[in-house]
């Protein structure tokens, strides 16, 4: 078989490439003498842009699949926990420095999908409390600054669902070194002069400064916005999503704790809606990463800075910034001939719901477990990638426009402008008009790729106060009793939780010191 696939290359470093790399080396059993080889070669010169430093709870089980401590993990990469996000100011323009909020949170009481509690709260069955405290007891946690576990919890399991806050450089780092010194991964830094290809169109070898020329059966791009295979050599079209999401900037700053030991950190994303877009604020073990993403075509570059400064007060007066330019949207295609692209080669859209690091889990997960092994298979598993992340992306942009055009800001034409129901697709379009007489249901989200889950779908609707009118048929449902026994169940939980878990800080301090329990 000539067309066997013996060698993979990535092109490009940061999260993408390593976690792809590792995910390969490990379910190719790259360290096996008559393996596929996992080779990366990346650039000295190219740092990791590291705009998204917030994951899912599905990092946990990536991480245990990879044979990683999580200890380890999070003080190498000075992680946090991450228990959800709190959306600030987000439904409406605050008065009288009166700010409201909302949450996603990663915990709720029932699967929605199994006994779905949001129409009984909808009715009034829970009294007059805000949907997300109704079914899970998280965000008193997190108001609370408590860990969503205990030193003497087992690794990557939690008395809540819960993932990470991490230091996107460091994590990349972390990761190269356990591909190369567990995983059989081989590593190379290198500039790429020229992209080879045969007369059918397939790449065949990259030529390098440093290394000569390099050979692969095939190629995983994660190059980032360069696009170096998928773009400039395989030449597959962008499509860009400008004209439903608008952000295409962003301003961060790194800040560090006065008091690294003993100062709060949040145990959630925090995103402060602005005049012009959002904040987003981070807290790691050593610092907080914050930003502000805006769009350019509703203010400039210095006042956004300004916006930032503002924000964060006294203490950014002398801190350095970075500004990141965003190519909002992706590509036709992610996977063309013998060529895959993952990470920001592929697609980007803003960071609202930290979606980039999951998209990249889930594509490195499929390309590993349906790896083509000779050149005749990779048409089909091609076909099925493409439609899967189509699809993946395409819901992603709706779970995202839906924060913004059920707003009820109206201070500025930016938001104005993201209410027009022109802006919007028109599926989420369908799905809201749906939802405005039936709560949504696991019939609305059938698919095997759908990224955003029904819960997350509620946390944001009724947070953002969607107007759902089910009186009509409130003998529909007849669970009273056992709804109402739901909803004071997680009250009792909050006070459980408020007396047993550590505080955020707390937890990581140990963590500095000691392991957690293996399983």
């Known amino acids: 078989m ?72 999070m003080r190498y990469c000075n992680a946090s926990f991450k228990q959800g996000s709190k959306f600030i100011n987000w439904r409406k323009t605050p008065s009288n420095d009166q700010s409201n909020f909302y949450y996603n949170h990663f915990t709720s009481l029932q699967n929605p999908e199994q006994f779905n509690l949001a129409p009984y709260w909808s009715l009034g069955y829970a009294g007059d409390i805000s949907y997300a405290d109704a079914v899970s007891f998280q965000g008193s946690v997190c108001e609370k600054g408590l860990a969503p576990k205990k030193i003497t919890t087992a690794q990557y399991e939690g008395i809540q669902s819960y993932a990470y806050h991490l230091d996107a450089a460091r994590f990349a780092d972390f990761l190269k070194t ?26 065949t070898s990259i030529d390098t400064e440093e290394h000569g020329v390099i050979a692969a059966e095939f190629f995983v791009d994660c ?11 395989l030449d597959v079209p962008f499509k860009s999503i400008s004209d439903k999401l608008f952000v295409d900037h962003a301003i961060a700053i790194q800040v560090p704790y006065q008091d690294e030991h003993n100062d709060p ?38 006042s956004a800075e300004q916006t930032l400064r503002r924000y964060l007060g006294p203490q950014a007066d002398h801190l350095a910034s970075r500004r990141i330019k965003m190519n909002i949207g992706w590509r036709e295609r992610f996977w063309k001939k013998n060529c895959v692209a993952i ?44 439609r899967s992340f189509l699809y993946r992306w395409d819901k992603s942009v709706e779970f995202i426009k839906m924060h913004y055009f059920l707003s009820r800001r109206d201070d500025t034409q930016f938001w104005i402008d993201n209410r027009n129901p022109e802006t919007v697709p028109t599926a989420l379009m369908d799905r809201l008009e749906h939802w ?9 989200f059938d698919n095997v790729y759908e990224p955003f889950p029904l819960e997350s779908y509620q946390y944001i609707l009724y947070g953002l106060d969607f107007q759902m009118d089910i009186n009509h048929k409130k003998s529909a449902y007849q669970m009273v009793d056992y709804a109402q026994k739901q909803f004071s169940r997680v009250k009792e939980l909050a006070e459980i939780a ?8 707390d937890l990581l301090n140990k963590i500095r010191t000691y392991n957690f329990q293996s399983i």
């Open 223 to 233: 190059s980032g916005f360069s696009a170096l295979i998928i773009g400039k050599t």
């Open 2 to 73: 000539s067309d066997l696939v013996k060698q993979i290359l990535i092109v490009g470093g940061g999260t993408a490439g390593w976690l792809t790399a590792a995910k390969l080396a490990k379910e190719l059993n790259s360290k096996s003498t008559d393996a596929v080889q996992v080779t990366l070669i990346e650039s000295p010169d190219v740092p990791t842009i590291g705009v998204g430093e917030g994951t899912w709870p599905t990092m946990r089980a990536t991480l245990q699949k990879l044979g990683i401590d999580e200890a380890e993990f």
């Open 265 to 302: 950190v949040a145990t959630q994303t925090l995103s402060t809606a602005q005049n012009y877009g959002w904040i987003w604020d981070i807290g790691l073990t050593n610092r907080r990463g914050t930003g502000y993403v805006y769009s350019s075509h509703y203010t400039d570059h210095e």
């Open 498 to 505: 408020a007396k047993e878990l550590p505080t955020h800080r």
């Open 436 to 444: 405005k007489s039936h709560p949504p249901s696991r019939y609305d």
């Open 343 to 386: 990470g920001m080669s592929a697609a980007f859209i803003e960071p609202l719901e930290a979606s980039a690091i999951f998209l990249i889990e889930a594509a490195g997960n499929m390309l590993a477990d349906q790896f083509p092994r000779t050149r005749h298979e990779m048409q089909s598993v091609a076909k099925k990638f493409n």
């Open 178 to 203: 356990h591909c190369t010194e567990k995983l059989g991964v081989k590593h190379l830094f290198g500039h790429i002069r020229q992209v080879n290809q045969d007369q059918d169109g397939y790449i």
